[in-house]
């Protein structure tokens, strides 16, 4: 018998440039399963899923990288527009701890801008006709809310303070972040687009993300790597407004308690980055980073990768977690974090971002955020615990990074 030669089918991707500038968070059709990381307007949006796919362990990024190098291997890709981000992209949102799930997603239809370019991304059965794609459905607010303790009180988070604090001055390690969550429970169930749109709006300076119901906007920018290029904006060290904006910023950058928790960090994002780099341009010194409701202490590191250059999710997984989310030493901090931590953290505090098929990507950190299912709402906060922590102050601290979620929920239609 002779053997009949077969031919893969391919599925396609096509790429194609708009005429028009794109409203990306407005342009979501559906009230759940948003994907976004849109800030000032420039990212991407998409919806439907062409690809899925999780992972658990320390090597959960590595096996993502994989599988989208997979994925794409079986596509014909139709991309006229050329740069990063154009063509198959994958939604990352990394687990904090490595028992913690990891999820990417392949969008079959992803909007795009970068700067004066706006565009789509069509994959499968959706590339034949774009006309067809659906008019968005009307966003509809989530009603009344109530709020109640989840798994770790105010209470319980000022008592593991404590005790925190406790074992950073024993010396059994420098700083450790801990976090403690609220639930919201809605009268409706949650349009991801409602809080999308408000998060954008109200923090325009922030990446605004949504993975499989995890949505935030950070003010920490993890990784971005363009070619070459990379950068990344730490933060660590928090005030908030008491009395004018200058003010809370000369308090802070006055305050030796947030300058050397703003060094940790920047230390384990420089060291990480150092051992990658050729080129690596570290600030001496932070400068004040003002949002809406708090200011906190922001260096900016850039550089350029070596010839081996690892992928942005390759990067955004060695670097994390920075001593922004977990403390330092790293090793140490986790520990305490399971030790004082009664709840899984999830993918709250882990890279959440974007990657394209030839390693190019940002990763923010997901924070200022919260879990999203049907009428449930987990929102988490954390602070940098040193040696002269107060627990009624960080508790406060963690109080206000979650307005930005809580506003979201409560603002108006």
């Not at 059994?172 to 749109?197: G, M, N, Q, S, W």
């Amino acid at each position: 018998m002779t053997a009949v030669p077969t031919t893969r089918l391919l599925t396609t991707a096509v790429t194609r440039m708009h005429t028009e500038s794109i409203g990306l968070i407005a342009s979501l059709t559906r009230p759940t399963g948003a994907l976004c990381f849109v800030r000032g307007g420039e990212g991407f949006a998409g919806w439907g899923v062409h690809r899925r796919f999780t992972a658990t362990g320390p090597h959960a990024a590595a096996r993502i990288q994989e599988w989208l190098a997979e994925v794409t291997a079986e596509m014909r890709v139709d991309d006229a527009v050329g740069i990063p981000g154009s063509g198959p992209i994958a939604f990352v949102s990394l687990g904090f701890d490595d028992s913690d799930v990891a999820v990417a997603v392949v969008p079959q239809v992803v909007l795009g801008r970068r700067g004066d370019v706006s565009f789509s991304t069509l994959i499968g059965p959706a590339c034949m006709d774009d006309t067809s794609w659906p008019r968005p459905a009307p966003v509809r607010s989530p009603g009344r809310i109530s709020y109640a303790d989840a798994e770790l009180s105010v209470a319980g988070f000022t008592s593991a303070v404590t005790t925190a604090a406790a074992r950073v001055r024993a010396g059994e390690l420098e700083k450790v972040v801990l976090a403690h969550d609220l639930e919201a429970t809605t009268a409706r169930p949650i349009d991801e687009r409602f809080l999308l749109a408000h998060l954008a709006d109200g923090y325009p300076g922030c990446w605004t993300f949504a993975v499989e119901g995890l949505l935030g906007a950070s003010p920490e920018l993890l990784i971005r790597r363009i070619g070459a290029t990379i950068s990344s904006r730490v933060l660590a060290g928090t005030a908030w407004r008491q009395h004018s904006d200058d003010a809370v910023a000369a308090e802070l950058m006055g305050s030796a308690k947030d300058i050397a928790e703003h060094a940790y960090a920047v230390r384990s994002v420089a060291d990480v980055l150092a051992e990658v780099c050729v080129e690596l341009d570290v600030p001496a010194a932070p400068v004040p980073l003002e949002l809406a409701n708090l200011t906190h202490l922001s260096t900016d590191i850039t550089g350029r990768l070596d010839t081996d250059a690892p992928s942005a999710l390759e990067l955004a997984a060695r670097l994390h977690p920075t001593a922004a989310v977990g403390g330092s030493p790293t090793t140490a901090a986790r520990q305490v974090i399971r030790d004082l931590e009664p709840m899984t953290r999830g993918r709250y505090a882990a890279p959440v971002g974007w990657l394209d098929s030839s390693g190019d990507g940002e990763f923010a950190i997901a924070l200022r955020c919260a879990q999203v299912n049907g009428r449930s709402v987990r929102l988490m906060a954390g602070c940098g615990i040193v040696a002269d922590s107060d627990p009624e102050s960080e508790a406060r601290e963690a109080q206000i990074k979650m307005i930005p979620i809580r506003d979201a929920l409560e603002a108006r239609d």
